[in-house]
């Protein structure tokens, strides 16, 4: 991209939307391409009005925390979104109406809301993922080609773990990888997948895919999918270590997005190469 292009954080007061922040901030960072111009929090939120700077602990920048993205959307070049579902669905026809590109991490996302995004996507560039890290994106490709040369005679389990403080399970990364196995083999994933299995006596279900999910510490996450066969097994295994490669992941995302694609409604996998090209 020539010179540096313009951003809105939405979500910009949460967890990630600081962690955006102070990314785009950082020395050598993406700064260098990517120029915050505006965040945007809820009506009432006591973050509006606080400079985005300080709201990441950083120098002040002289740019404040807005509660409206209707205010600022034209300026901007592209929408980075990690707020309420509704925000989301909301905000995705604003940046359409601009033809701007969206990327939308923000989850639990219903039925409804994610139509209102898919017809948004007929207008604007938006890139959609639950799990922004580039590690998971490969891990998933992995488990998916993995799945395509060795055939349902190997046998798949996914074993996650996360902090003590994480509430679903197992995770919504999790079932990510469980569907790209059960896509690649051309199967439905709720007719496959296996998860209370204490509640049952019997052998493993052939071409089943167990979910398996630990709780405990600070772990931020951590996937593994194992193929196991007859006399030998694959352990495939991602670790985050820091929650900033899902900032970065967001941003490079952006980036992409940003650099001349087709209007229509994107993944990680497409971000990295491995989806059709639109």
């Not at 395509?148 to 996360?162: A, F, N, P």
């Not at 941003?251 to 001349?260: R, T």
Request: glycine fraction near 14%; include cysteine; aromatic fraction near 2%.
């Amino acid at each position: 991209m020539d010179g540096q292009r313009n951003v809105v954080i939405s979500g910009c007061a949460g967890r990630m939307g600081r962690e955006i922040i102070r990314q785009i901030l950082a020395p050598g960072g993406a700064g260098e391409r990517l120029r915050i111009i505006g965040g945007v929090e809820a009506r009432g939120s006591e973050s509006v009005g606080v400079d985005m700077g300080r709201l990441a602990g950083l120098d002040d920048i002289g740019v404040a925390v807005g509660d409206s993205l209707l205010d600022i959307v034209a300026q901007a070049g592209g929408i980075i979104e990690f707020s309420s579902p509704e925000a989301t669905a909301a905000h995705a026809a604003l940046a359409a109406q601009g033809r701007i590109a969206h990327v939308i991490g923000t989850t639990a996302i219903n039925d409804e809301q994610q139509k209102r995004i898919i017809a948004a996507a007929r207008h604007s560039v938006i890139v959609q993922a639950g799990n922004m890290s580039l590690g998971m994106t490969l891990l998933a490709e992995l488990a998916r080609l993995g799945t395509t040369l060795l055939g349902e005679e190997w046998d798949v389990e996914i074993l996650e773990s996360h902090h003590r403080n994480k509430v679903d399970a197992p995770s919504g990364s999790a079932w990510d990888l469980a569907k790209a196995i059960a896509d690649a083999r051309g199967r439905k994933l709720s007719d496959v997948v296996e998860l209370e299995r204490h509640t049952q006596r019997k052998p493993r279900t052939p071409g089943a895919i167990g979910i398996a999910a630990r709780r405990g510490g600070g772990i931020i996450g951590e996937h593994e999918v194992l193929f196991a066969g007859n006399g030998e097994h694959i352990a495939l295994t991602h670790r985050a270590e820091d929650r900033a490669i899902y900032a970065r992941g967001a941003l490079h995302a952006l980036e992409w997005a940003c650099e001349g694609k087709k209007p229509g409604l994107y993944g990680m996998r497409d971000v990295l190469g491995f989806g059709a090209d639109k």
